[in-house]
């Protein structure tokens, strides 16, 4: 099972990025996934689920409304779009196998947003 986030950057409030994540060594279409993050300090968070088919999702309430979980299966990828980033959703984002997610997930990559 290999997991690789990318897309994280230093934005402003306000802003938006999408992160995106790679999957690869397990069969994609038949598995939920979730993202969570990590901020400074803090334990996991999770953030978002999506199901096998991608028609039901759900997200914390921290981000529900400014975040979107998507998946595109037949290239084997996960994606996170946030817009109206806060300084709050700081954090190393992590995409990760299993909604709940289970500990499979990737290196992550950090998202910080500060003015």
């Known amino acids: 099972v290999q997991l690789v986030e990318s897309g994280g950057g230093l934005v402003r409030p306000g802003s938006s990025l999408t992160l995106s994540c790679a999957t690869s060594?397990?069969?994609?279409?038949?598995?939920?996934m979730s993202w969570v993050r990590q901020a400074p300090g803090k334990g996991l968070e999770w953030v978002a689920g999506?199901?096998?088919?991608?028609?039901?999702?759900d997200y914390a309430d921290s981000v529900k409304g400014r975040f979107t979980i998507s998946r595109d299966d037949a290239n084997n990828m996960l994606y996170l779009e946030m817009n109206s980033l806060k300084p709050e959703d700081t954090a190393r984002y992590y995409c990760?196998?299993?909604?709940?997610?289970?500990?499979?997930r990737g290196q992550g990559t950090q998202v910080t947003v500060s003015s």
């Open positions: 060594g397990f069969t994609l279409s038949i598995n939920h």
């Open positions: 999506i199901s096998t088919t991608g028609h039901v999702t």
């Open positions: 990760a196998k299993g909604w709940p997610p289970t500990d499979s």
